[in-house]
């Protein structure tokens, strides 16, 4: 089955940089478009980052454009965020996702079929 693993979350102070992890499992990585996602308590998903799979062409909300990388490694079946310039409004828990093969890399939580568990960022002022 299907498998997204995130690792790489932690306490930050702002200002300071992290690389998220998303290793995967069961899924045809080279062909399938894929996202990070993050959630803040008592706040809905929210899109961050989207990464295509046939050119890596790259996608971001607008808070997070300028400090954000999201980039694939196909040979290990693995995608990264790097984030730089945390801020506290960055804390949240972010979430891994991946589409089915094939299609264009989307913005909406509707359109990823797999799901990691999450990991806690956590940025202090």
């Known amino acids: 089955q299907v498998q997204l693993v995130e690792s790489g979350g932690g306490l930050m102070q702002a200002g300071d940089s992290l690389r998220l992890s998303c290793a995967t499992s069961?899924?045809?990585?080279?062909?399938?478009?894929m996202g990070w996602f993050r959630q803040a308590p008592g706040q809905e998903s929210e899109f961050v980052a989207t990464?295509?799979?046939?050119?890596?062409?790259?996608y971001y909300t607008d808070s997070v454009k300028g400090r954000f990388t999201i980039s694939r490694d196909n040979a290990k079946n693995t995608v990264y965020l790097q984030m730089n310039s945390l801020n506290p409004e960055d804390s949240a828990v972010y979430y891994c996702?991946?589409?089915?093969?094939?299609?264009?890399?989307?913005?909406?939580?509707?359109?990823?079929?797999?799901w990691g568990q999450g990991t806690q960022v956590t940025v202090t002022s």
């Open positions: 996702a991946a589409q089915r093969p094939y299609r264009i890399p989307l913005l909406s939580t509707r359109n990823y079929d797999y």
């Open positions: 990464i295509g799979w046939r050119d890596s062409i790259t």
């Open positions: 069961g899924l045809p990585f080279s062909v399938s478009s």
